[in-house]
Each structure stands twice: as C-alpha cells, then as structure tokens.
C-alpha cells in the first residue's frame, strides 16, 4: 500500500482573477486529503472514500470505460471527486508510462468537499503521487504540481489556474501568476475558517466570471482591480519577517485588503447570503479582515484574527456549522507509507 497525503488552502487573495492571468495568494492549511493506493491485477478502479464531508462512497469500475455504474451516493459532488480521482489515475498512468493498470483506491480526508479549501487539489495532488509511487516513479515536487493542475484543468473543461495544485504541492504560501509559480516567505497569518456546510461548484462559478467578463468592460476591470489588491498584498508580505509573528500593523492592512477583495468577489456574483453573513459576522466580531475562500457559491470563509473572538463571534452566527483556526500547513505533498 502506497500511502501520501496533501493540503487543502486558503486563499489569502486572488481566486477567480487568478484564471485570467492575475496574480493570486493561497496559503496551504494544515487540514489534510490522504490517498492510499494498491495497484490491481486487472485494469478496474475501486474507490472506497470516508470523511469528504458526505457519508463516504464506494464505488468499482473498468478503468477504461469512464462509467461509474455502482456509486452508493450518486450526488454530483460524489461524480465530481470520481472525476478528479481518475484525472489523477491518467496523470500517474501517462507518468509511469503505463496505460493498462487498475488500483483499490482509498481517500480520507478532513477537507471539505467543494467548500473553498482545495479539497480536490488536495485528492489529485497526494493521489499522483501515491499511484506514481506504486508504479515505482519518483516524480519531482514541480512535475506533480505539473500534472495536477493538467487533471483539474481537463475535469474543470480547460477553467482552472495552477494555484490551488501548486499550492497543495509545496505547502506554505505561494503565488501564482499564470505560468509563473513561487513558494513565498510569510509570517504564520492567523486564520480563521468559518464553513456553512455548504459547496459551490466551481466549474459554473467560473464560467459565471467569465460571462460577466465578456459583457461588461467593468467587470474586466473589477477581476484586474483585484489582481492590484494581490500586488498591493504581497508588497506587504515581503516587508513582513517571515520568523515572527506578523504585528498588528500588518494584519489591519492584510485584513483591509481582504475585506476589499470580497467586495469584489461578491460584485463578481460568486458571494452567497451566508458566505457574506460569515464575513460581516467575523468582521463584527473583531476580525481584521474576512473574505470568501475559492470558488464561493457556498462553503467556507477566511478571516484574520490573532485572538478567539472572530471564532467565537461565529461559533454564534446562524448558518455557520464549522469553525475552526486553520494553521499555515509549511508541509506539501508528503509520503506516508
Ligand atoms: C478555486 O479554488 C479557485 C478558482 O480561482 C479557480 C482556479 O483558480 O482554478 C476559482
């Protein structure tokens, strides 16, 4: 058994603008996506998953014929992880030069499915490299970030950037401009993740974006006005010493920004009534800053807040069915067994 897990993230700025070439800040969260592999003797598929917010699937398959036909909870947040589970199972495939191999496939994870917190990157990441590793090919840490993204971007119909897969690859806080991908030096910010237990999907969100973008000029200018708000932040991030805590200084201008980058993403149409509930209900409570995370629709939000009253303030907000303190994960894709 070949066993390696992966991060979810935060984005601190930039999702949606990040897809259309602007800079983007997600920082990696220690909640984790593990992938257990075990090649087969024939070419199916067995997927046994637990823990991806729903009551878990199982589900067995030919591994060429692209039908799911025995999936115990046939949501479409269920299709969508078996779609990204056999994205991965390509990449891993193609990478080991092996077209005809079948695996029992295992995903826990404590990332919740669809919510903003790149719990399908999480899955694609630690799942190539576990399949590749079974197969016996050590692949680098860009090569995986590498085909991660070429998964998400084939299952999301060509709408994705390389953030969310470069992200869980190397851990930390990155940033993502188009091609261009670099880990960042940052102080550990103190994040704060509310989730109404709720998803967005983020194939029509995106395209939501991207219709806007191409009927009005002034939504073009509101995806590159948040591309200024990412240089604006990482100009901060850079002045900030990565060793200490970030000083309080730091977290006002950070949570300004942020607070920014949600008016944005609402003008976008990508916010929801309990998204916005969660970051005014975080902002009231004290928090520097607070923004939808990832795609929207639904899921979850991130807020700055050193102190426990952002999480007590929304512990306390109606609609809100998680809190928890989400640690900067400085830990990538690992292997586990
Ligand atoms: C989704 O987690 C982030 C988006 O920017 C899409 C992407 O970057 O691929 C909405």
């Known amino acids: 058994?070949?066993?390696?897990?992966?991060?979810?993230?935060?984005?601190?700025?930039?999702?949606?603008?990040?897809?259309?070439?602007?800079?983007?800040?997600?920082?990696?969260?220690?909640?984790?996506?593990?992938?257990?592999?075990?090649?087969?003797?024939?070419?199916?598929?067995?997927?046994?998953?637990?823990?991806?917010?729903?009551?878990?699937?199982?589900?067995?398959?030919?591994?060429?014929?692209?039908?799911?036909?025995?999936?115990?909870?046939?949501?479409?947040?269920?299709?969508?992880?078996?779609?990204?589970?056999?994205?991965?199972?390509e990449q891993a495939l193609d990478a080991a030069g092996e077209s005809d191999v079948g695996f029992d496939i295992t995903v826990e994870s404590d990332i919740p499915l669809g919510a903003g917190l790149g719990s399908s990157a999480a899955v694609v990441v630690a799942g190539i490299d576990a399949a590749t590793r079974a197969l016996g090919v050590e692949l680098d840490a860009e090569e995986i970030a590498d085909r991660a993204y070429r998964a998400e971007y084939a299952v999301q119909d060509g709408q994705a950037s390389r953030a969310d897969t470069f992200c869980s690859t190397m851990g930390g806080a990155v940033r993502v401009e188009g091609d261009d991908c670099r880990t960042l030096d940052t102080p550990n910010l103190p994040f704060v993740v509310g989730f109404d237990g709720g998803a967005g999907d983020t194939g029509a969100l995106v395209a939501g974006v991207r219709d806007l973008r191409e009927r009005y000029g002034f939504a073009a200018d509101t995806v590159d006005t948040i591309g200024d708000i990412v240089r604006e932040g990482e100009e901060l991030l850079s002045e900030a010493d990565p060793e200490s805590d970030p000083d309080e200084s730091l977290l006002v201008e950070l949570g300004n920004l942020m607070n920014f980058n949600h008016g944005l993403l609402e003008a976008l149409g990508v916010s929801s009534r309990s998204l916005d509930n969660m970051v005014w209900a975080a902002r009231t409570a004290g928090a520097h800053g607070a923004k939808l995370t990832g795609a929207g629709g639904g899921g979850c939000i991130v807020a700055l807040d050193?102190?426990?009253?952002?999480?007590?303030?929304?512990?306390?907000?109606?609609?809100?069915?998680?809190?928890?303190?989400?640690?900067?994960a400085t830990e990538g894709v690992r292997a586990e067994a």
């Open 306 to 328: 050193p102190t426990p009253e952002t999480q007590t303030g929304l512990r306390f907000t109606p609609g809100c069915e998680d809190v928890f303190r989400a640690e900067l």
């Open 1 to 89: 058994m070949t066993v390696s897990s992966a991060p979810g993230k935060v984005y601190l700025f930039g999702e949606h603008a990040v897809v259309y070439g602007e800079p983007a800040v997600p920082c990696a969260v220690e909640r984790r996506a593990t992938v257990s592999v075990e090649p087969r003797e024939d070419d199916h598929i067995r997927v046994e998953a637990r823990d991806l917010s729903l009551d878990g699937f199982t589900v067995e398959y030919a591994g060429s014929t692209g039908d799911h036909p025995d999936v115990n909870v046939p949501t479409p947040l269920v299709e969508a992880a078996i779609g990204y589970i056999d994205a991965a199972v």
